[in-house]
């Protein structure tokens, strides 16, 4: 239970460097996205293993869904925002998400590439030797 305190602590303390390094050098995006990008240059480096962050990244998605009860409970209070504004905003959250999506899954799949090309070359140069 420590291991995954630490993790999730030291995952909280990475974004939020992000953060601030974002705002600091005004980036167009969020420290999200340059944590994003820091993780994975050191996780593709070998700087970083996946274990020294995987059983804290496992529980922050296995518990994704509390993070989101903030967001329900304003659409309670905000309803006659909603009556009035509330087909553009449904859709801009719609765009917002789908470019996530979108954006997590190439991510993902460009990473899982990379790793597979990196093992195969391995495997390679270990058979030619």
């Known amino acids: 239970m420590l291991t995954i305190l630490a993790q999730v602590l030291a995952l909280i303390a990475a974004w ?21 990008l820091v993780m994975v240059a ?12 995987e059983q804290g990244a496992d529980w922050l998605l296995s518990n994704m869904l509390l993070f989101f009860i903030p967001l329900v409970v304003s659409v309670v209070q ?8 509330g087909l553009r905003l449904f859709a ?3 765009l917002g998400f789908i470019s996530v999506l979108l954006a997590t899954a190439f991510t993902v799949e460009w990473v899982c590439r990379l790793e ?11 058979r030619a030797a």
């Open 16 to 36: 939020y460097a992000a953060d601030r390094a974002a705002a600091w050098l005004h980036l167009p995006f969020s420290g999200g996205v340059v944590g994003l």
């Open 42 to 53: 050191l996780l593709l480096s070998g700087a970083l293993r996946p274990a020294a962050v």
């Open 78 to 85: 905000f309803t006659d925002l909603l009556k009035s504004d």
């Open 92 to 94: 801009a959250i719609g």
């Open 116 to 126: 597979r090309g990196r093992r195969l070359r391995r495997l390679r140069s270990e």
